[in-house]
Every structure is written in C-alpha cells, then in structure tokens.
C-alpha cells in the first residue's frame, strides 16, 4: 500500500516538471469544453496508455522499443493534423472526409461537432485524443518513477506492475485535471470578456504544433527531463525518504534486487531505456597507495570519459564470478570511450600484500587500470560497503547508476550503452556480451546454495561444531564431531584460531562441513615459510572423482602454494547434502574462508 501512495504522489509532481510542458497544449486543447465529457475521458486515455505502453517499455525486448516508436509518430502526427484543424478551420472541413476513409478520425470528430452544431466534442473522441497524448506522454524522470519500472523490469510484468503504473498515471492525472478544471474557467471567462474565442482556438493549435516539434526533436526526453530531475528530483526523494526513514540506501537496494537494485534510479521514457539520476560526483582517486597496468588517474582526467569502477579483492569468490562480464566491458567498449577501473579493497591481511594483488591480476587475465586501495581511502569516498560494487560515471564525472553484488548484467552494460551515447557515441552496440565463464568464474547454482559464506576466523566464525568451542589465539587440539548439521563445520588436529584465520600447528589436520550446494570454495594460504602444502578432499568419506573442483584431481589430492580462494568441489550430479572433508598433510597452512555456488 505504502508504494502505491508513494507512486501517486510522485506522479502528482509531475506536473511541476519542466517536460510535461510539450504534452499541457493537447490537455488544455480541451479546457473550454465539459469536464465529464472532454477533459475526464482525454485524461483516462493518458493514464491507461501511458501505464500499458510504460509497463511494456520496462519488461518488454526490442519489438516493444520498434512498436513504442511508431506509436509515438503515429501519435505525434495524428495530433499535429489536430493542431493543424485548430488552426486553420478551413485546413479541416477539406481534410474531414479523406481522414474519416482512412480511419483516422480523432481530431475531426472533435472539431466537426463543434463547428457544424456547436455541441461539445464527444467523450470517444476525447479518449481517442488521451490515448495519443498518452503514447508521446515522457515520464518525467523521478525516484519514484524509477523504483516502480525498476521493480517491473526485475520481476517481470504483472497486476502490481501495472497498478503501481496507473497509480503514478492517476497522480499525473489528477494534477492535470485541476489544472484543466481552472484553465476551462480562465478560457470562459476570456471568451465572455474579450470575444476572443477564435484566437484562443488558434493559440492552443499553435500551441499543439509546438508541443508535437518539441517532442519530435527530443526536447521532452533531453534537456526538459535533466530540469526536471531538479525540480522535482528531491521534493520525491524526500518522499522515499520519509516514508522508508530507518532503511538506508542500501538497505532499499538490497531488498528491492537481492544484490541491489537501485530505489534511487529515476526512469523516463527514452527508447524504453531508464534516464539515470546524478547521484554524486566521482571522487577523488589519489588515495590508492599503487596503480597496476596504468599510471594514476585522477577523476579529473577521466572527464569526457564514461567510467566503470569496479570495487573488488581477489579472493572473494562473488567478486571473481563477475570479472568476466567486467572484463568483457572493459575491451569491447574501450575504443569507444569506457574507462574501466578495478578498484582493489583487501578483506584479508594477505589481500594486502601488492605482490599477491599483481600475480592475481595477471593470472586473472585483467588488463584494465587496477587501484590498490589499501587504506579504503577510494571505499569510504564512495560510501561504499559491499564486494564486488559497481558504479558508473558519465563522460561529465557525475556517477549515474551503481549495482552491488552479483547479476543485472544486461542492465548494468545497457547503462553503459546509454552513458556512452549521452558522451556523443554515434557507433555505440545495442547488442550484449555473452560472457561465457569457467572455473571459480561460472556463474553460482543459486538454486541449489543452501549454504552461506562461513568465516574460519574467531571474529566472524558461526556453526562451529567442535566439541568445547573455539579457543582463541592458542594453539589447541581439536576434535572433528562425529555427526554434523547442514552448516555446521569442525576442526580435527592442532589448530591456532586466530581473529581473521586458523593456522594448523602441526601435521596431519582436517577441516569437516556438512554442505548443501554445487560448489565448495576455501580461501588458503601455506605457511609463514611460503613452502607447499598437500591436501587431500574427500566427499561422504570418498574421493569426489567427476565432483573435483579446479584446484583439485579426481582422487581429492591438491597442494597450497599461494594465498586465494581454491575450488574443492564442483559438483557434476544432483546436488544434495553431503559432508565435505580436507586433510592436510603438512604444518602451516592457514585456512580463512568457505564459500559456495
């Protein structure tokens, strides 16, 4: 319920935008006429129009952008003959019986009527006349307009959908039928006093004719939706923001996507593609302590350019599953004017180390600019708090969309697309990557993840099923449980649990978890000393043979040598519950990290 209000108070403003104006000469083409016969019906065919066509526009592919488009020239020429009869009476008594055999009745049905017997126009030709204005109708851009086709682009069309869209429609419709209510009384009250009727008819045609030039020339989806974004822009947010006080940005996000979809993005329609709001300037980049594969940028040199920055660390496995759509970004928009930017924020001590940072980079195949941002100088300048975290600059510096976490992919490139056109990009693709991604990089089975992302380390470390619990900092012997839940997970041998990690004192030492997913990922390390260390994985008490992951061979043997994330087990069946096992068969290692896909 709560949305729907916000939604009709949002489309209640819209009349304050500055692009509503090219739409206000068809509205008010009807002000001197009855309400209930004329103005009621004009509005109801904007609002059901604007609501189908809008909902389309958000959920549909690009036959709905080829059919939106023709409609609005359709419309757009139906309305200039329209425009025309208003102002040139002779113009329509020549043109009334050609446009009648074709059809197209709709201006002069109306203007007809009222010449030949002085009755009102009738309530079809009204609501014919509503359903045109509703196909050039541009939804003003604002953030409660963008949180309805957002979600509709998310879920898919629906009742909701489409009730959230009439509700916005009902908002715009009842600003424009007070303003036509006093328009009809100023109209009447200048025909009675100044005789004026005729140059009033022929003012709203001109009018009219103004109206469809401006939209025809993209005044209406250009230079009056960026106005609009500031008139209107924070009198909505501030709306989302009363209404949803004690949820934060990205709390909103998150709970509208998942992994993030914006509450704040603004929508207009644009080629039935989202106008993207300011949400900040592109900060400052000095503080990272090291650049890989470029010298320091600055924001300020990067004006002119369209920026994706790419907040990220090489041993988080959602951050990995998306290098092969950023990557792919990176090279095939670079030569039209996409900077990419790896931003690389360490979550573990390791992740620190610039050597680790470099090895990682070239082993991933990343050629684009990388940022170690050590001392989060870059995190905490975005606000940030999320890996992996995507925000998108236009060629002006101003960020315009973000997305954390995993997904949205055509949407976030499409993002691209259009920051790119906005910077003048005539050769911009409207076709989309395949990424086609292997190893740790393939996209999760997140219909089969029953199992979160556990923490070894004491700090964060939950469903320890040890017997006597965790002894911190201490070098201690533990003992595997001889039966697990699903989730929880134990330690056998002597082990030294620290706050971020657990590091095995001495030889042999096993780590158990009972799991339910397609894929098993630990984050390891070897010792202090660098020296290899030997496993062996097993699934239920035996090898996993076809369900061995990357970094492991089909009789669950595999060594340690560097500090990331290794897969131990990719699944090749049905997956279901099973309890997973690592033995090290050397001292040292250091253990920080499961996750799963």
């Known amino acids: 319920m709560l949305i729907i209000v916000l939604s009709y108070l949002g489309g209640a403003l819209t009349i304050l935008s500055p692009c509503i104006l090219p739409v206000l000469p068809f509205v008010f083409s009807r ?18 129009t604007f609501a189908l066509v ?53 201006s002069q049905m109306a203007q007809s009527r009222s010449q030949t017997d002085g009755r009102p126009a009738g309530a079809g030709s009204s609501f014919l006349l509503g359903i045109a204005t509703g ?106 923001d009363r209404f949803s006080s004690r949820t934060t940005p990205a709390q909103a996000a998150a709970s509208n996507t998942g992994a993030a979809s914006q509450t704040m993005m603004r929508v207009q329609q644009v080629d039935a593609r989202p106008a993207l709001p300011i949400e900040g300037e592109l900060p400052s980049l000095s503080g990272a302590v090291q650049w890989l594969n470029s010298p320091p940028l600055s924001a300020q040199e990067l004006r002119g350019k369209v920026v994706l920055v790419d907040v990220w660390t090489y041993s988080c496995i959602n951050c990995l599953r998306t290098l092969p759509y950023v990557k792919a970004w990176a090279q095939k928009y670079k030569d039209q004017g996409l900077v990419v930017i790896g931003v690389h924020a360490p979550e573990f001590a390791f992740e620190r180390n610039v050597d680790n940072v470099k090895k990682a980079v070239r082993d991933l195949g990343i050629d684009y600019p990388v940022a170690i941002d050590n001392n989060y100088a870059i995190w905490r300048s975005l606000n940030n708090q999320y890996w992996p975290a995507h925000y998108f600059a236009d060629a002006q510096g101003r960020i315009r969309y973000h997305h954390f976490g995993e997904g949205n992919y055509a949407e976030s490139e499409q993002v691209i697309q259009q920051l790119l056109a906005e910077a003048g990009r005539k050769d911009v693709s409207n076709n989309l990557i395949d990424a086609h991604a292997q190893g740790v990089e393939m996209a999760a089975d997140d219909a089969d993840v029953q199992s979160p992302e556990t923490y070894i380390g004491f700090q964060r ?35 030294r649990v620290d706050g971020e990690q657990a590091t095995l004192d001495s030889s042999p030492g096993r ?64 997956v279901g519950d099973h309890t997973f096992s690592i033995e090290f068969l050397d001292a040292g290692v250091q253990a920080y990290a499961f996750t799963f896909g």
């Open 54 to 106: 809008a909902t389309l526009a958000a959920v549909g592919g690009g036959w709905v952008v080829r059919a939106n488009e023709y409609g609005r020239w359709l419309a757009m020429a139906l309305l200039a003959v329209f425009g025309l009869t208003l102002l040139l009476p002779s113009f329509a008594e020549r043109l009334t019986r050609p446009l009648v055999v074709a059809g197209d009745r709709l």
């Open 511 to 574: 780590i158990v978890y009972r799991f339910h997913a397609r894929d098993l990922h630990l984050v390891l390390g070897p010792g202090k000393d660098g020296k290899p260390v030997h496993f062996r994985v097993s699934v239920d008490g035996a090898a996993p043979g076809a369900s061995h992951g990357t970094d492991t061979a089909e009789d669950g043997s595999g060594v340690v040598t560097e500090q990331r994330l290794y897969q131990l087990v990719r699944q090749s069946g049905e």
């Open 135 to 240: 196909l050039l109708w541009a939804p003003c851009a604002g953030p409660i307009l963008g949180l309805v086709l957002t979600g509709a682009a998310l879920r898919g069309a629906s009742a909701g959908t489409t009730l959230l869209l009439l509700a916005y429609a009902a908002g715009a419709a009842t600003s424009l039928a007070i303003a036509l209510l006093i328009g009809g009384k100023v109209f009447a009250a200048m025909k009675r006093s100044l005789g004026a009727g005729e140059w009033i008819r022929r003012g709203l045609g001109g009018a009219m004719l103004a109206g469809v030039v401006a939209i025809g020339l993209g005044f209406d989806t250009g230079v009056l939706a960026r106005v609009s974004t500031v008139a209107t822009g924070g009198i909505e947010q501030s709306l989302i």
């Open 461 to 495: 470390a939950e469903n320890f099923a040890s017997v006597g619990g965790v002894k911190a900092d201490t070098p201690h012997a533990y003992i595997a449980p001889a039966k697990l839940a699903l989730n929880q997970w134990g330690l056998a041998g002597t082990w």
């Open 31 to 48: 002000a001197d006429q009855p309400f209930r016969r004329s103005g009621l019906p004009l509005l109801a065919g904007m609002a059901l």
